[in-house]
């Protein structure tokens, strides 16, 4: 049993799910957020682990990922940006990121502000220094065509968001039991 459903009893739906969490975030007045109004990455667990980069705009979204691997006991080092022109600076060490720690792994969503998840995938497997990195696209998107096409541009994975807090711990240990299994105890 999670925290969520020793709390109200049952599982939530992801949307009900983000509020509560923010809801406990604010309440507890938390020293680790999940918003991204800095110009920097939001970084969780800086131990020196394994390390996803999440590429994702909505903030609900960032939390419930990071709720995913709390829940499903895996240890990371998460830096997340919230837009496609974040994640490529990242991965090039540019600017702001100069020291940037380079990813084990890549979690992309595709609708983002400014640079979209598919320029982000195009330049990163069109990088020599960054094509080996692994990129699993995690979208809303459901349309069989954009799994094909993000696949065919390098994707290791396409997965739809889960309708639910547990389908999305399921999804999170099976990403990471496949591309990071150091990270999974």
Request: glycine share 6%; charged share 20%; proline share 5%.
């Amino acid at each position: 049993m999670n925290l969520i459903e020793r709390v109200y009893g049952e599982p939530r739906n992801l949307q009900s799910t983000t509020a509560i969490i923010q809801e406990i975030l604010r309440v507890l007045g938390a020293c680790v957020t999940c918003e991204t109004n800095s110009p920097g990455p939001t970084l969780f667990n800086c131990l020196d682990r394994c390390a996803i980069l999440h590429v994702e705009d909505e903030d609900g979204s960032a939390c419930l990922f990071r709720a995913a691997l709390d829940e499903a006991g895996i240890g990371l080092s998460v830096y997340r940006v919230s837009d496609g022109e974040q994640a490529l600076a990242f991965l090039h060490q540019a600017g702001i990121y100069q020291s940037a720690r380079r990813p084990e792994l890549v979690v992309l969503d595709l609708n983002m502000p400014r640079v979209d998840g598919w320029t982000v995938l195009r330049s990163v497997k069109e990088n020599e220094q960054l094509r080996d990195i692994p990129v699993v696209v995690l979208s809303t998107s459901h349309l069989p065509e954009d799994q094909a096409r993000a696949l065919l541009w390098g994707a290791r994975r396409y997965l739809v968001k889960p309708p639910g807090f547990f389908d999305l711990v399921r999804a999170v240990e099976s990403i990471c039991s496949d591309f990071l299994p150091q990270a999974v105890s």
